[in-house]
């Protein structure tokens, strides 16, 4: 079993949901240090309210969680891509400005955005190969661009722990699989939480997955047949990629 | 036209013009990104409520109307945490019962009540020195919070999940910036009236928008726009004798007609 102290954060026998309907009930989960959890489940299962509790964006009605991430500001250390569909692609706001909001901090009301962080930031954005839209418009991107762009938003902090909600929507395949080259090698460094409709896309590179509709099944391992997903009570859609095998990457040691 | 300088009444109302053109690019940028031009159509009507109310009781209008735009203001953004409320027909509700709560006690009110069209359209040439100071107070408050708080309110505009995770107090800035929306449209009653406001706070930048796509940029060509339009709208007032609000937002849509022409 995976160290206690590497534990980031625990939720504790969560009941949670809007307006007084639960979306979540007894769920527990615990994120450790360089995890890669695929979380998976039915549309309204309650993946994305799940990912709002670890957030602190929403309150949760019942049970508890507690963040062991390090650092004196909690939050500051989970990045956050959240459902591109949400965002108002119209907003004047350039991609640089976007990308530099990773580093807003409590502290960091007034003050300007330091000259190492605007470094770090350009720095991220020629890896991430956007620094050449630097100072384009949102609006003017291509769809994996702009996933891009939030990605790297997400993780100029360097967070302990990244969240993404359905990085893969409005994609084109080859960012997609781009994108999940880029994430395997920022789990070296951070642990990484994914919704993803796609079971078959994400398999291959995470570590273990979450089935979540009202409750939560941990499974421990990335591969998983219809046989588990049916006794979890975890209806989803598996996808089939053409001649592409499921890789089965050795198991996950905790 | 300068000799009307002589004239305090005229002065006061090229101030006024020009105090309010800054206010309004700035708030009015929040306002068109964000997209709460209708949460502002409907603090604006709400706020009639307040005028009748100030007639009926003998206090001033103006200050009516700021109590009325800030609970509405208030209402409508508590309103919008809560999923069980559809928000635009809360505002419509809000709305069309300021402009019912004005029209009672104006009619209530014993007596004529003279100036009720100057509030509907606006009486730009009436602005007097103490509403100037008030606009002018407003006019500063506005400039410096978003000089300071530029990061954070862009941030929480844009995105508010994400800025919620980094910390950003979005709850606080959101009412602050409601509560600047209330007051700046109260305080450009007088200018265009309460029936064209709403003009005054999305022409410019709608206008801006089709040049840049930059928050910080839509808000300083909005206010040159809002500048060149109202002066033009006073000088226009002046030689045909129109209402000025009109001809305020008659030059505004003249010049969005003819960026959208050249562009």
Same mark, same amino acid.
């Given at each position: 079993m995976e160290n206690e102290n590497h534990i980031l954060i625990e939720i504790k026998d969560i009941e949670a949901g809007y307006s007084g309907e639960? #979306?979540?009930? #007894?769920v527990n989960l615990k994120i450790y240090e360089n995890d890669f959890i695929g979380i998976i489940g039915p549309n309204g299962g309650g993946k994305t309210t799940l990912v709002k509790v670890i957030l602190g964006l929403i309150k949760p009605f019942k049970g508890e969680v507690i963040n062991k991430l390090? =650092?004196? *500001?909690? *939050?500051?250390s989970i990045g956050y891509l959240p459902q591109i569909n949400f965002i108002d692609k119209k907003f004047p706001i350039s991609v640089k400005d976007v990308v530099l909001s990773g580093f807003m901090d409590k502290g960091k009301l007034i003050n300007k955005f330091t000259k190492e962080e605007k470094q770090t930031a350009m720095a991220l954005m020629e890896n991430m190969g956007i620094s050449h839209l630097? *100072?384009?418009?949102? =609006?003017?991107?291509s769809g994996g661009q702009l996933q891009r762009v939030f990605l790297s938003r997400a993780v100029v902090s360097s967070p302990k722990l990244l969240i993404l909600d359905e990085p893969n929507t409005f994609v084109d395949n080859r960012f997609e699989s781009e994108l999940y080259e880029k994430l395997k090698e920022l789990n070296k460094s951070m642990a990484i939480l994914i919704i993803s409709h796609d079971l078959g896309m994400i398999s291959p590179y995470v570590k273990t997955i979450a089935c979540v509709n009202k409750k939560l099944h941990y499974h421990d391992s990335n591969v998983i047949s219809e046989k588990q997903l049916k006794e979890y009570n975890c209806p989803i859609q598996l996808i089939t990629h053409g001649e592409v095998p499921h890789t089965v990457l050795g198991k996950h040691i905790h | 036209m300068i000799e009307l300088f002589a004239y305090d009444f005229f002065t006061n109302a090229v101030l006024a013009a020009i105090i309010t053109s800054i206010t309004c690019g700035v708030i009015g940028t929040y306002i068109v990104t964000r997209r709460i031009v209708f949460i502002s159509g409907g603090i604006t009507h709400t706020s009639f409520g307040g005028i009748g109310i100030g007639y009926f009781l003998g206090f001033s209008p103006l200050l009516g109307a700021a109590i009325f735009s800030l609970l509405s203001a208030f209402g409508i953004e508590y309103l919008s945490k809560r999923k069980d409320i559809r928000e635009d027909s809360a505002i419509a509700i809000m709305w069309s019962f300021g402009m019912a709560v004005g029209i009672i006690f104006i009619y209530l009110t014993p007596g004529y009540a003279p100036d009720l069209m100057s509030y509907l359209f606006?009486? +730009?040439?009436?602005?007097s020195k103490t509403e100037l100071y008030i606009t002018l107070t407003l006019c500063v408050v506005v400039v410096l919070f978003f000089y300071f708080f530029y990061k954070p309110i862009l941030f929480s505009a844009f995105d508010q999940d994400f800025a919620k995770t980094r910390k950003i107090p979005v709850d606080l800035i959101n009412y602050v910036l409601i509560s600047l929306v209330a007051l700046t449209i109260v305080l450009s009653i007088k200018v265009v009236g309460i029936i064209l406001i709403i003009s005054l706070l999305t022409i410019p930048q709608a206008t801006a928008n089709l040049f840049v796509k930059d928050f910080k940029k839509i808000i300083f060509i909005s206010i040159l726009i809002g500048l060149v339009a109202s002066l033009a709208g006073l000088s226009i007032s002046y030689y045909l004798? +129109?209402?000025?609000g009109a001809t305020i937002i008659f030059s505004l849509v003249s010049i969005f007609v003819i960026a959208r022409i050249v562009k």
């Open positions: 639960i #979306a979540l009930s #007894a390090n =650092g004196t *500001n909690e *939050n500051k630097k *100072n384009k418009p949102i =609006g003017e991107l | 606006g009486s +730009i040439l009436t602005v004798n +129109i209402p000025s």
